[in-house]
């Protein structure tokens, strides 16, 4: 019989290409979202794709306990990746306890009722590159020091990772029983090739391949690049940019880990990233280049928080995951225009 994955904020943007990697892996999936930060595009989408039409989605708050508790009793769930949380670092700085109350309590409460099963259950949490801060060396292992957070998001993530540690280890025999994984996401960017699914930002975008893509299409007027006299190649930042595809496949790969009992480690940590550091310029080139346009940009000043560069060393999941990040950064712009062409409706 097929095993059943709880996706937690599945109508998002890495949980809906998540969903869809799941399914065609032989995946049974239950779609749980507050739907906070988007609207059904996304999971209609997801339908669409798989031809899933009676695809299982819950709106419900994983704040409140109750519901938890409600969702667990209605389906056998064998694992769970938890996407559900707020995740605009600025926001965070001006409202902390949004942050903390939202971001812990809405894993603790999970990680409460995966433990109330007697099967207990394999969670699976999705982390950031944000807990390495501005590293030392370069790329980053796994084994590189987490540096404190510079923001509460990023100290929400942090924490997150230390609380899903201790519970494993808590909690790792028996009835009950926890094992745990938790992915760091460098970049992620691009969207589904169908078109389909993609990045829904509100507002006005934080992120660069968002604003990118609204830029070109005309919603923005210009592209500020924050900062071109950083000490890199070409003075503008280097980040570790990873296809959501890609991305969403790493999951896969990970629960798979967790649920044919694989694992070496009742808990564990992966970089899911290319290793291939790339500037922001070069991005900008490229989305340029694979779409045959010119995208209106200026320099300007650095953005505060902003790290000079950070790229990941993957082998690790590619060694114990069998994962390897595979779409090329063209692909990845092409399909992050496509997506923007459609939701402009052009
Ligand atoms: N950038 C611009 N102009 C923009 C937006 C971004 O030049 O309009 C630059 C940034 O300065 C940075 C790079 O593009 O150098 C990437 O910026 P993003 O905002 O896309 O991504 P970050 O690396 O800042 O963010 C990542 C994750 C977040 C995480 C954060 C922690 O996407 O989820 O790291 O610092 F919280």
């Given amino acids: 019989m097929a095993k059943t994955v709880l996706v937690s904020g599945g109508a998002g943007f890495i949980g809906s290409h998540v969903t869809v990697e799941l399914i065609s892996a032989g995946y049974d999936v239950v779609v749980a979202d507050d739907m906070s930060n988007c609207d059904l595009t996304c999971f209609e989408g997801v339908k669409k794709i798989t031809g899933r039409d009676n695809l299982p989605f819950v709106k419900m708050d994983f704040c409140d306990l109750e519901a938890v508790h409600n969702l667990f009793a209605e389906y056998h769930i064998d694992a769970v990746i938890h996407f559900a949380a ?12 949004k942050y903390y109350n939202n971001n812990l309590t809405s894993f603790m409460n999970l990680l409460t009722v995966a433990h109330a099963q007697k099967s207990g259950c394999n969670v699976l949490f999705s982390s950031s590159a944000t807990v390495y801060g501005e590293p030392d060396v370069l790329p980053v292992t796994e084994e590189s020091p987490r540096q404190p957070a510079t923001s509460p998001y990023g100290n929400t993530k942090q924490i997150c990772e230390d609380i899903l540690r201790d519970c494993v280890k808590a909690y790792s025999e028996g009835e009950g029983a926890l094992k745990g994984i938790a992915l760091r996401y460098f970049n992620p960017i691009g969207a589904h090739p169908s078109g389909l699914i993609g990045e829904l930002p509100r507002g006005v975008p934080n992120n660069l391949v968002p604003f990118i893509t609204q830029t070109a299409i005309g919603k923005r007027e210009c592209l500020s690049i924050f900062g071109n006299d950083y000490p890199t190649p070409d003075g503008t930042c280097q980040r570790d940019y990873i296809d959501i595809v890609d ?29 291939v550091p790339v500037s922001v310029l070069e991005l900008v080139n490229a989305f340029e280049k694979v779409n045959n346009l010119k995208l209106n940009y200026k ?22 995951l069998g994962w390897k990040a595979e779409r090329s950064v063209e692909e990845t712009l092409a399909a992050a225009w496509k997506w923007e062409q459609r939701i402009a409706g052009k």
């Fill in 247 to 275: 991305l969403a496949k790493a999951h896969v790969c990970a629960v798979g880990r967790m649920i044919d009992e694989k694992m070496e480690n009742d808990y564990e940590v992966f970089n899911i990233g290319t290793g």
């Fill in 299 to 320: 320099f300007a000043p650095r953005r505060s928080g902003d790290v000079t560069a950070i790229w990941a060393d993957p082998t690790l999941a590619n060694e114990k």
């Fill in 86 to 97: 707020f995740k605009a670092v600025g926001e965070s700085v001006a409202e902390p306890l």
